[in-house]
């Protein structure tokens, strides 16, 4: 009976993501659509709009100026970029926001559907306006390639694939059960969502990149941006991490920079 729950239950997974995947038109990959955008943005604006409310916006500053404006050069490359490609309207329901927000914490980080927080702590790693603009067009990466929309849809997944492990040994022993279920929920961290999130980090540095590129800024000054991101940081265990390490960002955004080049040259 427990196999006929496995084999029965892998078809209709299968066929339940291959009928709701989506193109993205920047990367061009079939990627997981299991929750509607329409609903996820809905969440995210709210969160953010409370998010602000419970934080110190920094406004009116030469800083928040240049938070604003590497915002909006970034996101018109964007609309230049989908434009070329025919597909302005991919950009229907997102509602950009950048905001400058007053923390110590070196980050930044991008909701679905376009609203952004810089936190004013890593503006001294970033130094200068191409800096920021290595952030920032990552952030707006994150938002155009769904990246929010794909990790809800994993942890769908996941959530599904718990439950059929739990039926499938739902007869043995409750240590058995106990085991079983801590085993797939290390296995599927580790060897599912820590790599599912280190390549949209690694995706959203590609495109990032190609981003800043054609919005005018320097593509290069992303690298130095990253060598002292990891003097910071001191590195990052790649394969116990949500994100790439170090070495392997600056490397990667080093075999990326021709192309990031040559795409802001058509525009």
Not at 86 to 103: A, I, K, P, R, T
């Amino acid at each position: 009976m427990r196999k006929y729950i496995l084999f029965s239950f892998l078809p209709l997974a299968v066929l339940l993501v291959l009928l709701t995947c989506a193109t993205n038109p920047l990367s061009g990959k079939s990627t997981m659509a299991l929750v509607d955008n329409t609903e996820l943005f809905a969440m995210s604006f709210q969160e953010y709009d409370q998010f602000l409310a419970e934080n110190k916006v920094i406004t009116g500053t030469a800083e928040a100026n240049m938070v604003e404006r590497v915002g909006q050069n970034i996101r018109t490359a964007a609309e230049k970029w989908l434009a070329s490609e025919g597909q302005s309207n991919y950009l229907d329901g997102y509602e950009w926001e950048y905001h400058l927000v007053d923390s110590e914490e070196v980050n930044a980080w991008c909701m679905p559907g376009g609203k952004i927080v810089v936190y004013s702590g890593i503006l001294p790693v970033t130094e200068t306006e191409d800096g920021l603009a290595t952030v920032m067009g990552h952030e707006v990466a994150h938002a155009l390639l769904n990246h929010g929309q794909q990790r809800m849809s994993a942890g769908v997944l996941q959530q599904l694939g718990g439950s059929l492990v739990g039926a499938v040994v739902s007869g043995g022993s409750e240590n058995t059960q106990a085991l079983t279920m801590l085993a797939y929920g290390v296995g599927s961290q580790v060897l599912g969502t820590l790599p599912f999130s280190r390549e949209h980090e690694s995706e959203a540095d590609h495109y990032g990149l190609i981003l800043m590129a054609i919005a005018g800024y320097e593509p290069e000054e992303s690298v130095p941006f990253w060598e002292r991101m990891s003097a910071l940081s001191g590195g990052t265990i790649e394969f116990l991490s949500t994100h790439p390490s170090d070495t392997t960002r600056i490397r990667q955004l080093r075999g990326w920079m021709a192309e990031a080049k040559k795409k802001a040259a058509e525009f």
